[in-house]
Structures are given as structure tokens and as C-alpha cells.
């Protein structure tokens, strides 16, 4: 591990968030001296952010907790491109208006982890189509694409992996790293940005407007890259068997995001602790040490830990008791997921994989029928063996639901309206 001067440096070196950066001694010296502007860039081709972009909004969080300003940069020009980079294929491209719905959702979150009112270190959220979609083609190509050199860009890992694979690469998204080079520009000019930050597939386009930066009059530029997770097991972060784990509330409740991060495998959790959490460095010694038993408590310091930042502290510990009373008491926990079954149909009676499906507890009859024969399935606590069961509203409590589970750790409540 690196010894850097500046607090924001340390705190990514000893934290893990660091893979490459471009001048070490030169970032360091920088951001000793002064406040230093960066920012990173999110395209918006969904109406969430999940779990896997989590790391770099960490990034600009500890950004702005050590004295500097972060910027969130919103690819509504970019966007409408899509970055090829270790993509097998093109991105299905978005027109503007759904472009703009993605950015009015996946903004929200944003603010629980920086501070937009902080006087000069306030965050700022950016949106690149300011810029980008106001462009001339003519004069983009005569003033930044000259500046390009297509042999070095062909020899991009991104790029050479897609044309080894004989799979198309188009102009259209080849255009792609010009554009994110001519963001780090403007943002030089427009704000003083020094540095750019991103996941380590991101190096080569980083550094492309780096360099396009010292033919365009700007002060020496930055790249800082953090490495690209996979759980201990090689699972993709973001990403768990139900599907994305979302960051938007609407999208994924803070329980199942709490039960997210409550089932991190055993040797993912000091370093997730270190990536995820603002626990003090001590702190995080200490409960990584723990083994045994006392690792599932650790767990779930984590969970409420990492919820806590997106959803609020009364969220996450809401979503612990939730899942306390679930697992240790076996009791009916009204927090629990709740899914709304019309109550004609509880009357007449839903079949048991029908429901399972509608739970999003299976993804199909076929998964749902496995489950059962498996012994994994339970209706109020009950095992269920029968497939061709129908549940009916004579399954709903004295509360007026019932509890669907597969497994330990999958729970729904069925609530009829």
C-alpha cells in the first residue's frame, strides 16, 4: 500500500479503492495543496443505479468527506451513444425522452451520500447533454476528432476485445471515447475538474481525455481507476440470483437491500466493510477478526451499516428488527415484502406455483415445482408438498395475510385488496 500526503489518496489506498492512477506523485502533490474538483460519470440507461455502481459513488463521497469537491456527471449526451467498452455488443439505444425520465430517477439517490449545500466543496450533478448535444459536427471534427489518432484507439483492451471476437464494433459507438475525452475537457474549462475517476475498464477512455486535454490548452489532467468487484465466489456485484439489486427505493426495499448485504460471503466481509461503510479503519480490524459465529453479527453490522447510507438509519434498522423477528422468533413481521393479490382471486383460489411465480419467489412453474420438491417451499410456516395446492383466502391470518417463503431467507407477504 502506497504512503500519499493527501487525505483522500490515504483514505483510498488503505480503504481498497485504488487500481491505477495516472501520476501518483503529481495527484498527491495536488490535492495536498488545494481543493481539487473530480468527478465521475454515470450513463443513464436505466431508471436505477444498482449495487455495483455503489463503489464509485463511495469514491466521491470520500471525495468531498476529505476537503474536495465532487462531480456526479448525468450522460444525457453520452447516453445516447452507449459505452462499447467490454461490451459484447451495442447497447440498445434510448431515445431523449427516456434518457431524461433514467436521470430524474436515478438522481434521487445521490444526495444521501454528498452534500450539495457545503459551500465550495457542494457537490454538483452535471448533465454532459449541456454540451454534447448542442455540437456541430463539422467544427467537433475539425477542433477535438483531429486530435484522435484511430491506431491508438483500436488498440484499446476495450476495443481489441470486441474486433478479436469479430464482433461489430460501429462508428456510432466508436465515437464513444471522443466524447467522454471532450467531457473531461469542458468540465476542466467550465468548473477547474482535474481528475477523472472510474472502474477500471474506464482506463483507457480516462486517459484518452487526458490527453486530449494537453492539446486543448488545459492544466495537467488526472485518471484514478478503483478495481472491478466480483464476490469471493466470482459473482458480479450489483447482482444476485432475484435479479439487479437496485438503488432506488421504489425499484428494491431497504429490507431486501439490507438482506443484500446480510448474505456477503464470509471472506467478502473486512473488505467490504472497507469499501461500503464509513466505520473507522480500527473499527473494521476488529470485527474482521471475528470468526465463528460472531461473523453473522458482523454481517449484519454491515447490512444495517451500508443501508443505513442509502435508505436512512431508521430504514436499515428497521429492515434488522424485520429480519431479528423473522429468523430468530419465527414471528409474522409486518415489514416483510408484501405483493397485492386481488381478493376475487384469493377467493376462488391461486395455485401454489402460480403464486410462487407472482412473488417473485420463482421465475418460472417449472423453478417454482423444483422449490417444492426440493422441501424449500413454505405457506405460514407450513411445509408445502403439494404442487397443485391452492391457496385460498382461508391462509390468510388473523392480520389478514399470509407468509409465502423459499428457503430461510426468502420471505413475501400475500395481502389481498
Known sequence: MSTFKSEFLHTLSERGFI??????????????????????????????????????????????????????????GTGMVGDPSFKDEARKLMTM?????????????????????????????????????????????????RHFSVNRM????????????????????????????????ELCKRY???????????????????????????????????????????????KSANGAIWLNPDMLSAYDFWQYWRNTEDADVGRFLKLYT????????????????????????????????????????EAAETARKTFEEGALAENLPTIEVAKAELDGGIGILTLLVQAGLAGSNGEARRHIKGGAVKLNDKAVS??????????????????????KKKHILVRPV
Open 19 to 76: 487500481h491505477q492512477i495516472s501520476d501518483e506523485t503529481g495527484l498527491d502533490d495536488l490535492l495536498s495543496k488545494e481543493r481539487v474538483t473530480a468527478y465521475i460519470g454515470f450513463d443513464p440507461t436505466a431508471p436505477s443505479l444498482h449495487a455495483g455502481s455503489l463503489i464509485q459513488i463511495m469514491m466521491l463521497h470520500w471525495l468531498q468527506k476529505t476537503g474536495h469537491r465532487p462531480i456526479s456527471l448525468m450522460g444525457g
Open 192 to 238: 477547474d475538474c482535474r481528475l477523472q475517476m472510474g472502474g477500471s475498464d474506464q482506463w483507457g477512455n480516462i486517459v484518452n481525455g487526458i490527453d486530449l486535454g494537453h492539446r486543448m490548452d488545459c492544466p495537467q489532467l488526472y485518471a484514478l481507476t478503483s478495481p472491478l468487484l466480483t464476490t469471493a465466489s466470482g459473482a458480479k456485484m450489483g
Open 97 to 145: 425522452d427516456m434518457i431524461e425520465d433514467n436521470i430524474n430517477s436515478i438522481q434521487r439517490v445521490f444526495a444521501n451520500y454528498m452534500d450539495y449545500d457545503a459551500g465550495e466543496k457542494s457537490a454538483l450533478m452535471i448533465n454532459n447533454g449541456e454540451w454534447l448535444r448542442g455540437l456541430n459536427y463539422l467544427e467537433f471534427l475539425r477542433d477535438v476528432g
Open 386 to 407: 403439494d404442487e397443485r395446492l391452492s391457496v385460498s383466502a382461508d391462509a390468510l391470518s388473523q392480520e389478514g395475510v399470509a407468509k409465502l417463503s423459499v428457503g
Open 154 to 185: 483500436l488498440s484499446f483492451e476495450s476495443v481489441k476485445m470486441r474486433i478479436d471476437r469479430e464482433q461489430s464494433l460501429s462508428f456510432l459507438e466508436f465515437n464513444y471515447m471522443i466524447l467522454q475525452a471532450y467531457d473531461f475537457v
Open 278 to 317: 464509513t466505520l473507522p479503519m480500527d473499527e473494521i480490524a476488529r470485527l474482521a477478526a471475528l470468526g465463528g459465529s460472531e461473523i453473522n453479527e458482523v454481517k449484519k453490522i454491515l447490512a444495517t451499516e451500508v443501508t443505513a447510507m442509502l435508505h436512512g438509519r431508521a430504514a436499515a434498522e
